[in-house]
Structure formats: structure tokens, C-alpha cells
């Protein structure tokens, strides 16, 4: 969806490129040259709006006293109007001293008055009123609503809107351009039933003040209102649709105003409270946005000031709407909600831009909460802009998470207003302009990438190691632009850097190495930091600031998990990383054992509760310790789901500062030495049809016999393994490959990771030839 026609059907019954140019017509100048909505000759000014005409002439300009009485009146000439380039028109002269222009954009029409020097002004006035005299189409009206003018159609809606406008004359621009422009008003008079004069009231001390640089420009703020059905999409999906605001080219955006309408559709069990939205530009993008009310109806979202457009136009803005639904059927439609308003309202300017600095603020490779809009919890990098007076320019800047090739990603465009910053999500989708900024790299926090700031030259501005983070934590600024560095517990991404901390507390040491023993053993736990506390755990929970403070050797008798952590007592330092053993005392297991730890929750899903625990994940191979990293556990299978033995996924996560990924060849039947996803199947499909008692044989001999026949079937690699959660033996388990790990389809089919949802995916049966590209 766009807020302007983008084609139109000829006489030749083909549909051609509308071409947004003026055009010269007898009598007249149009624009665009195909199915115009706009034509000025020597009278007047016609806007199309449907199919009905809105017709525009300048009447006069008055200069008026404070009890209203009239001044001094100046008549318009009636001038021929001149092309000035393809989408501005100018008219010289309409009166001693002062212009008139129109700009023209897709489906936007901005006029101006210029003053062009004080000698327009009379000795003594109070006022200046700029009144042109519009004519409606019948069932048309007209109202004046909160300092704009709004023209409504036959069926009420909005047709055509003069937003309040902004007066301004030729002084070099504020640096600081927090500070609002002086902004006129509208007076709206009625002549008849479908004439009215609109009236722009410019204060006269504001005119004769003495730091007044003429000439002087008298214009309205740009509008672009839409109001085409779009459907909304089952989350995690949006439906797209875009405005294209129309602002002169080399002019800065210094805020945008949206709205929308989000509806709730009566009778189809729809809520308000299911709508999910973001608006997203070239400067960064809206959080997203919830309605409120368990209810039908029409929700409306109203965001204000947003800097999502702040970047040097050129020509147009791309405002990229996103819709979606927690509720009803699937797929994108208008049968549950829909959107029927979208309007988007933007003041710009002439800046100079500054030097900053730009800097990097923060950044986290640990998010699980802060949603990029995708409906993903992805990596960022936040750029600040530490000058309190100037904005700064991101066109050409560059972001990479390799010191060695510092230009990996470039940004198209965006500002950065002064003592603000923007967010930047790591996530591979590589939007380096018209929606929020996703870079074409992720971020690795325990493969030690860089985070690495690039000048448009490739010089490197600012380059950090990775600093590890525990989950949802992220590393930045002690506070905005300082020198030194700090931990945040609770992330501030596109937030002033608040209550960080200096640093984590050590990860402990166990004297004993995990694995299996025949007997009992002792078990020594030391720390080299200084004022640090040691609290551990024996059930495989996480240790908290409550749990058993050591205080010497643990003794051992029977299998179990130890988990350890420090605590410092100095303020301002965060507990460590946990360390993790499993010992298994007197067991006896000729397979691979695998060893879960986790708190509660763990135990939960393996009874039966559909949930998305965290826990540690141990791999040993005749009783000695292999590999180990933190990850999270889910449901897999439906089958064993029905017997108390369940099938569980596992994924390792680079996000809790431990392992990316599993390195180890687990299978003998291939040579592949890295997994983020191993499944834990139960295998209960086997039971059948004899309920009970099936040996879990049937689809690991199937899968192997597929292997060693080279029947090339996309089979998964299988061993047995028995398994032990939190020390306590949970029998044997069917180890095997996950089809959707990105690093199984790169490994065995070249097919690189991108982003989760990306359609650069290719999934066939390999030998089946209708399929194979």
C-alpha cells in the first residue's frame, strides 16, 4: 500500500509508470502528467481529490490593527506561472515585494508566501493575514481542528488537511534545533455555503522585530494522510504498507508525527488487545505497540515527536507500516483487524550538521527481551551522538564486527540529533535505510568479535573486544559518552546509560574434574578474586546470594551436580558466571552420557509442561568430560509426550556468555564437530502398534540403514545416549541431529545461515529430481 499512485491504466488498456512531473496543458500547468491532481492556470488552483475538484484562488493580503480594523490591503496580481524545475512552480510578483510558489510531490501540494523585504510592511500594523478564498465540491465541509484546517469528503472522511503553518525567515539556522519555529494560525471564514477564506494570522512584532532577516517564508508543514484498508498479518508475520511523505530534497527531518487507526473487527471475537504494530523510517523505527481493551473496536495509536525520519531527504520519506494480530485464523486479512487510517506529519529544515563525536554507547550480543521488530530478540549496537548543540549525518558511516574489515556494513542514511543515539540491530537483514537499521552480521560474544565503528573513509573510529554478558545484560558507557565502561543487569537500548555496574564477579574453580567415579570423592572449590563469597548448589539449580555458602570441601557419595558462583561483597560488581561439574559416583553405563542441570522448570518439562527452560547441558564419553554450554530446552515429539519418558530439543545460546555452540564429532557416521541443536528423543513412536515395550530401535535402524546404503536421503545421525537430569539417571535417549539447525544445512548442503525468517532458504528432498534446482 502507498499513500500516492504508482501507475495508470492508458487508452491502450496497458498500465504505464505515472510520471511525477509537471506538465504543460493548454491554459494550464498540471501535475503529474498522467491523471493529474493538480492544475494551475491564471485564476486558480485545482486539487483533485476522487473525482470531485477543490478549487484555490490568493484573494489578498491584509495588514491589520489589533481591534481588526484593515490597514493596508494587497490585491494579487493575476501573473502567469513558471515551471521552475519538474515539481515546482513559481509565480513572480503577485503583489510589490512578495512571491508565491508550489511545490508538488506524489499526491501533496505545498504553497508558499515570500516576503521578500521589509519594505512590504507598512509603519504600523499588528497583524498580517494571508487569506486565499477556497471553493468546496458539493457535500463536501470544512473545520478548523486544533491549529490545522481539515477538509472532510461526502462520507466525512479526511480529504486534504493545511497543517498549522511555519513561519520562518532567512537567519542561519540555530544550531539546537530542539527550539519550535514560530508557527502562524489559521482563521477560517465563511462566505457561502461552499466558499470559505482561509486566513494565515502572522503576528506583526514577530515581522518588524529587529533580528527579523528577510525575505521571509510563510508555509504549511507537509501532510500525507492515507486511508486504504490494510489487513493485518498472524504474528509472528506483519503486513507491510508504506507512506511516501514528499519533503525537498537536501531538507532535514526534524520530527515525525504519526497516527493510525487499528480496528478491531465486531462479531469476530477480535480484541484490541490483540494488535501488535511498529512504524519503522530510515532513522530507526517505533517500539512496538500493543491495543488496549478486551473488546471490538477501533484503537488509535498517536506517536509524537519521533525521530524514526530524522535524515537528509532526497526527495521523499519512507514511513513502512507494520500490522499484525495475536488472534484469529492465520495468514494476513481484514477479517479480524485491520488498519483504515495511516497519516504521517513532518517538520524539516536546513541544518548544519556537526562533528559529535559520534561514539559507540553500548551494545549487547545477550538480548532476550527488547523485540526488533521482526518479531526477533537479536543483537544491537546503539551509536550516540555526544553533542549537546549539533546533529550528526550516518550517511556513510560504517559498523562491523571485525577489526579486520571495518567497512563489513555501511549506513545509507539517518541523523542523530544532539545528545541522542540510535539502535542498530545485528540481526543479518542488512536495512541500511528506509525502515529501522539491521546490519548484515550478528554479533558473537564467546567467539570474541569486535564491535567495531568505521569512518565513510574505512577508518576505524572506535574498536572493542567483545566484553562477555550473562543474559539480557549488555556492556556500554557508564553513562552516555564517558570514558569509562559498565555492565548493565537491565539493558537501556535507545536509553540514557543508567546504574551500571563495573564488572562480574570470577567464575569459580572445582578441584575434582567431572566425570565418572567408582567411589565417593571430595570436592575443593576455590576463587582468585579478592572479597568474593563462593554459594553453590548440589540439585542443579542455579546459586543465588541465598544458597550454601562454602566454606570448605563437599563430600560426594552419590551422583550429583555441583554448580558454584561467586559473590562480591565490594559494591558495584555483579555475581560471576557459573561453573558447572557433574560426578557421577558408582554408576555403570557403556554409552555417552549426557548431564542436565537446571532449575525447577527443567524437571517441569520433562513431566509434561509445555515450557522454554534454561539449563546446562554436560556430554562424556567413557566417563571423562567432553564438552558443556548453557542453552535452552523444549517440547520435541508428540508420541512420547503420552508416556512419562518425553523427548526434549536443546539449543545451545551464545546470548548466556558460555558456548555458541557443541564441539565434538557425536556421531560416527559424520564428520561434523559443531551443534547449536541436539534432539533428545524418546523414541515412543517405537511402542507402537504393541503399546508398551518397544526396544527404540525402529527409526534409528531405519536412519542408519539409509547412511550406509548411500541411499542420500536427508537422514539424521543417531546414537544412544543415557541420561541424567539434575544427577538423577533418566534413562536411555535417542541422541540425534535437528534438521532446521542452520549449521546442519550449511554442512551438509552449503546452505549459510542468514536470518531465522529469511527466503533465501532452499528446503527439498535431495534425489527427488521434480524438486532439485
Not at 481542528?145 to 472522511?157: T, W
Not at 511516501?244 to 530534497?249: E, F, R, T
Not at 491495543?291 to 498517536?302: M, Q
Request: hydrophobic letters at 35%.
Amino acid at each position: 500500500q502507498s499513500s500516492s499512485p504508482l501507475h495508470y491504466l492508458g487508452d491502450d488498456g496497458f498500465w504505464h509508470t505515472i510520471d511525477y512531473k509537471l506538465s504543460h496543458t493548454k491554459n494550464a500547468l498540471v501535475f503529474p502528467a498522467q491523471k493529474p491532481f493538480f492544475r494551475l492556470n491564471a485564476k486558480a488552483a485545482e486539487i483533485t481529490v476522487g473525482d470531485k475538484k477543490i478549487r484555490m484562488a490568493q484573494d489578498r493580503i491584509i495588514f491589520a490593527s489589533a481591534d481588526g480594523s484593515i490597514v493596508k490591503t494587497i490585491k494579487s496580481a493575476k501573473k502567469e506561472a513558471s515551471a521552475k524545475n519538474d515539481r515546482e512552480v513559481e509565480v513572480k510578483d503577485i503583489a510589490p515585494g512578495i512571491d508565491k510558489s508550489f511545490s508538488l510531490y506524489n499526491q501533496v501540494l505545498k504553497y508558499s508566501y515570500l516576503l521578500n523585504d521589509a519594505n512590504v510592511l507598512p509603519a504600523q500594523f499588528d497583524s498580517l493575514l494571508v487569506e486565499d478564498q477556497i471553493e468546496l465540491p458539493r457535500g463536501f465541509s470544512i473545520r478548523e481542528d486544533s491549529g490545522r484546517i481539515v477538509i472532510s469528503n461526502e462520507k466525512g472522511l479526511e480529504a486534504l488537511a493545511f497543517e498549522q503553518p511555519v513561519i520562518s525567515d532567512s537567519k542561519v539556522s540555530e544550531r539546537n534545533l530542539r527550539q519550535q519555529p514560530y508557527q502562524g494560525k489559521y482563521k477560517l471564514v465563511k462566505v457561502d455555503a461552499n466558499t470559505y477564506k482561509i486566513q494565515i494570522q502572522v503576528d506583526g512584532a514577530w515581522l518588524k522585530s529587529a533580528d527579523r532577516v528577510y525575505p521571509v517564508n510563510i508555509d504549511p508543514v507537509v501532510t500525507v494522510s492515507n486511508t486504504n484498508v490494510i489487513n493485518s498479518c498472524f504474528l509472528p508475520s506483519y503486513q507491510q504498507s508504506t507512506l511516501l511523505v514528499a519533503v525537498p530534497a537536501g531538507q532535514t527531518v526534524l520530527s515525525s508525527n504519526i497516527s493510525y487507526d487499528f480496528v478491531a473487527v465486531t462479531g469476530s471475537n477480535a480484541w484490541m488487545a490483540d494488535q501488535r504494530s511498529f512504524v519503522a523510517g530510515p532513522n530507526g523505527q517505533t517500539p512496538v505497540a500493543s491495543g488496549v481493551g478486551n473488546t471490538a473496536g477501533l484503537y488509535a495509536y498517536n506517536v509524537m515527536d519521533s525521530p524514526i525520519g530524522n535524515v537528509v531527504s532526497t526527495g521523499q520519506i519512507v514511513y513502512t507500516f507494520n500490522f499484525a494480530r495475536n488472534y484469529g485464523g492465520s495468514g494476513c486479512d481484514a477479517a479480524y483487524n485491520f488498519v483504515n487510517r495511516r497519516e504521517v506529519t513532518v517538520t524539516y529544515g536546513t541544518i548544519e550538521f556537526g562533528n559529535g563525536p559520534l561514539l559507540i554507547n553500548e551494545y549487547s550480543a545477550s538480548n532476550r527481551n527488547f523485540n526488533d521488530g521482526f518479531g526477533r530478540n537479536e543483537d544491537w549496537i546503539e551509536l550516540y551522538n555526544s553533542s549537546p548543540d549539533t546533529y550528526f549525518n550516518l550517511a556513510g558511516y560504517h559498523l562491523s564486527n571485525n577489526a579486520e574489515n571495518p567497512t563489513k556494513w555501511q549506513i545509507q542514511g539517518g541523523v542523530v540529533p544532539p545528545n541522542s543515539r540510535v539502535l542498530v540491530f545485528c540481526s543479518n537483514r542488512d536495512i541500511a535505510s528506509g525502515t529501522v537499521l539491521h546490519a548484515n552480521f550478528d554479533l558473537t560474544q564467546t567467539d570474541a568479535d569486535d564491535v567495531v565503528l568505521a569512518d565513510p573513509s574505512g577508518n576505524i573510529l572506535e574498536s572493542h573486544p567483545m566484553f562477555v554478558t550473562q543474559t539480557n545484560h549488555s556492556y556500554g558507557r557508564t553513562t552516555d559518552g564517558a570514558a569509562t565502561w559498565s555492565v548493565f543487569s537491565t539493558a537501556t537500548p535507545g536509553q540514557h546509560n543508567v546504574n551500571g555496574f563495573s564488572t562480574y564477579s570470577t567464575k569459580p574453580t572445582l578441584s575434582v574434574a567431572p566425570g565418572m567415579y567408582p567411589g565417593a570423592i571430595s570436592v575443593a572449590i576455590s576463587t582468585t578474586g579478592s572479597n568474593e563469597q563462593i554459594r553453590y548448589t548440589t540439585n542443579g539449580s542455579t546459586p543465588t546470594a541465598t544458597s550454601t555458602l562454602y566454606t570448605g570441601p563437599i563430600a560426594v557419595s552419590q551422583s550429583t551436580v555441583i554448580r558454584a558462583r561467586t559473590f562480591s561483597t565490594t559494591p558495584g560488581i555483579l555475581p560471576g558466571f557459573i561453573e558447572t561439574n557433574s560426578y557421577f559416583i558408582n554408576e555403570n553405563s557403556s554409552l555417552p552420557v549426557v548431564s542436565l542441570a537446571g532449575d525447577g522448570d527443567l524437571t517441569q518439562l520433562l513431566a509434561g509442561s509445555i515450557i522454554e527452560p534454561t539449563g546446562y547441558f554436560e556430554y562424556f564419553e567413557n566417563g571423562a568430560f567432553v564438552d558443556e554450554t548453557m542453552g535452552d530446552f523444549d517440547k520435541h515429539g508428540n508420541d512420547s509426550w503420552a508416556y512419562d519418558q518425553r523427548g526434549i530439543d536443546f539449543i545451545a545460546r551464545d546470548d548466556h556468555g558460555y558456548k555458541r555452540y557443541l564441539e565434538h564429532k557425536f556421531f560416527d557416521t559424520s564428520d561434523r564437530t559443531k551443534f547449536r541443536r541436539l534432539i533428545l528423543k524418546a523414541g515412543a513412536s517405537d511402542n507402537f502398534p504393541g503399546q508398551e515395550g518397544g526396544a527404540q530401535l525402529r527409526d534409528v535402524f531405519v536412519q542408519r540403514v539409509s547412511e550406509m546404503s548411500n541411499l542420500e536421503l536427508d537422514e539424521r545421525r543417531t546414537r544412544f545416549v543415557s541420561l541424567f537430569v539434575n544427577g538423577t539417571y533418566w534413562g536411555v535417549y535417542d541422541l540425534r541431529e535437528k534438521v532446521d539447525d542452520n549449521q546442519y544445512t550449511d554442512y551438509y548442503y552449503g546452505q549459510d545461515y542468514t536470518y531465522r525468517d529469511s527466503d533465501n532458504y532452499i528446503q527439498y528432498i535431495k534425489t527427488w529430481g521434480s524438486t532439485d534446482p
